[in-house]
């Protein structure tokens, strides 16, 4: 796209061009063509979307509830341990909002939108001297891979911001490799420094059952020092565990410092063959592709086998945009074999490139 384009874009948007408004909106959100500005897009985006623009509303809950690139900081390693994943809170995200925007998970946003509600009342008596209940932030999040834990942890801890209970809102994304060391010595400082880089943060261990070994494993080692680390740091650390629902549950039942901490659980259910099926047409979108009628009734028939056969490994939405990206590669295929390719083309899912 040219700079011509895309001043007359913006022209014709200030303008009130309620098309272009949206298309101005993306752009920016995208920054493929220009430099990214996701607040200044969405801004666009809501000026169309108030203008009754179905597109605009439709990006606004993509760009919402998609994990977002530029919000990732990914530390560069200053020596031979790698670093945890932390994303940044972003004060600009409507928390609810964009939790709303998911799609499914209908338990889990009624038990975070229950928390929220119990901490702005707590938050409230305690402004008006009254004696508040004792809330533990610290969460239980169970369920089989793919059903938006980390997704939602991300929204918890910008929530966990907004209400004043964390300064930073972050969310620093580890598993049982970021805390255990190899050797005698190394665990405790691996895990203390890992929480660290969690305070006035979210701390979100995958897998957390996997902390513990058989042997002279040193998984209790750092369970330990996370158990003194939480107590000591108790208003600046809140940590969520996640990971299959029975293992969960069974590690944290072992351990009475885990039981007293963790009773907070909150399920996320498997997607539905309907919920996974609108999460491909999501990618779709977000994306620009179309998909003719009796390819869309095909990739319905391909989910629905997948779902009808799976186990708790199923892999839910990191199946569905596993299944998204071998699509797009049979597409990629079908119109190299062309001579000459139509840029409609481009855009367009066949019934050939959902054969698997």
């Not at 900081?73 to 940044?88: D, I």
């Not at 069974?250 to 099926?277: A, H, K, V």
């Not at 003719?292 to 945009?321: C, P, T």
């Amino acid at each position: 796209m040219t700079k011509d384009a895309i001043d007359q874009i913006f022209d014709r948007a200030r303008h009130g061009d309620v098309f272009a408004q949206a298309l101005m909106g993306q752009l920016l959100c995208e920054g493929k063509y220009v430099q990214q500005d996701r607040q200044n897009g969405i801004g666009w985006l809501r000026n169309a979307a108030q203008c009754n623009c179905l597109y605009a509303r439709e990006l606004i809950n993509e760009y919402l509830s998609a994990p977002m690139q530029e919000q990732v900081h990914t530390p560069q390693n200053t020596n031979s341990t790698q670093r945890p994943n932390t994303t940044e809170g972003n004060p600009d995200v409507d928390n609810l909002a964009e939790l709303k925007s998911l799609i499914g998970l209908e338990r889990v946003k009624q038990d975070v939108d229950s928390l929220r509600n119990l901490i702005k009342i707590q938050t409230m008596r305690k402004q008006q001297g009254l004696p508040n209940t004792s809330v533990s932030y610290h969460c239980v999040f169970s369920g089989n891979p793919g059903t938006g834990k980390t997704t939602v942890a991300r929204i918890v801890a910008g929530i966990y911001k907004e209400l004043g209970i964390l300064k930073k809102g972050h969310l620093v994304e580890v598993d049982r490799s970021k805390l255990v060391g190899e050797y005698v010595g190394q665990t405790a400082p691996k895990t203390n420094k890992v929480i660290d880089e969690a305070l006035d943060g979210v701390l979100f261990i995958d897998e957390a059952y996997s902390l513990v070994g058989e042997g002279s494993d040193y998984g209790a080692e750092a369970i330990a020092t996370l158990l003194k680390r939480m107590e000591d740091d108790r208003d600046r650390l809140v940590v969520i565990l996640a990971g299959y629902t029975n293992e969960i549950k069974e590690f944290i039942d072992s351990n009475p410092g885990l039981q007293s901490r963790f009773n907070r659980y909150i399920q996320f259910d498997d997607y539905s063959t309907e919920e996974l099926t609108e999460i491909f047409k999501r990618n779709l979108r977000k994306s620009r592709y179309k998909i003719k009628r009796d390819a869309f009734e095909e990739l319905q028939s391909v989910i629905e086998r997948a779902v009808a056969s799976r186990d708790k490994n199923f892999g839910n939405a990191r199946y569905v945009r596993n299944l998204f990206e071998k699509v797009v590669q049979n597409q990629a295929n079908r119109l190299a074999r062309m001579e000459s390719i139509d840029n409609d083309e481009l855009s367009i899912i066949t019934r050939e490139d959902i054969n698997f």
